[in-house]
């Protein structure tokens, strides 16, 4: 097996994992209950988890999109992380 079909069985692992993803993120948050003291912190926690495989999902993607461009031989030139804040733009 060579390096190339190794990447693609990654591919095609990531793509998986973000449909599982999305299957986490379509299940209904639980149902607040008045009585239970723990409802509020259960109702953040799983609005929290829910954030995280959405975002977790898009981190996939973005990189199924890199690996499956750089594998048709598309290198993208990335930029530089130079921070770009109020001083360093006035700073020319």
């Known amino acids: 097996m060579d390096i190339k079909e190794i990447k693609l069985e990654i591919i095609k692992a990531g793509e998986k994992a973000v449909?599982?993803?999305?299957?986490?993120?379509?299940?209904?948050?639980?149902?607040?209950?008045?009585?239970d003291p723990l409802a509020p912190d259960r109702l953040k926690n799983a609005a929290a988890t829910k954030k995280l495989c959405i975002m977790d999902a898009f981190e996939i993607l973005k990189r199924i999109e890199e690996e499956?461009?750089?594998?048709?031989?598309?290198?993208?030139?990335?930029?530089?992380?130079?921070?770009k804040g109020f001083a360093e733009s006035r700073s020319k």
């Open 68 to 83: 499956k461009s750089m594998l048709d031989g598309n290198f993208a030139e990335k930029k530089p992380n130079i921070p």
């Open 19 to 35: 449909k599982q993803l999305i299957k986490v993120a379509k299940e209904d948050i639980i149902k607040y209950e008045a009585e």
